[in-house]
Nanobody, 124 residues
């Protein structure tokens, strides 16, 4: 099994930046992809960015150009978030798994392991 622990969330003002971290432990060799999702109250969980073991990555249109997903280094995945707006306020989750198809990389069904989440709040 894989365990994931997120950190780095917090409160920032519009235009600010945050870097989220996801530390993975356990049977990491069993997974092929790690990803970041977010969920705001009353909304569905949204895939933001994913990094595959072979180096490939995917980024959602909604955050492309503002959010950057790192490679996995020392079993840790990062999400650099720039130019944040209040619409980015949400709980952010790290996920790990073996997406069956490339287009599952940003879909919930591609992942079997989830972290507890870290809250991001952006004020205007």
């Amino acid at each position: 099994q894989v365990q994931l622990v997120e950190s780095g969330g917090g409160s920032v003002q519009t235009g600010g930046s945050l870097r989220l971290s996801c530390a993975a432990s356990g049977d990491i060799a069993s997974i092929t992809s790690m990803a970041w999702f977010r969920q705001a109250p009353g909304q569905e969980r949204e895939g933001l960015a994913a990094r595959v073991r072979d180096g490939a990555f995917s980024v959602a249109d909604s955050v492309r150009g503002r959010f950057t997903i790192s490679k996995v280094t020392n079993n840790t995945l990062y999400l650099q978030m720039n130019n944040l707006t209040p619409e980015d306020s949400a709980m952010y989750y790290c996920a790990a798994g073996v997406p069956r198809f490339d287009n599952w990389r940003l879909q919930i069904r591609g992942y079997s392991t989830w972290g507890q989440g870290t809250q991001v709040t952006v004020s205007s």
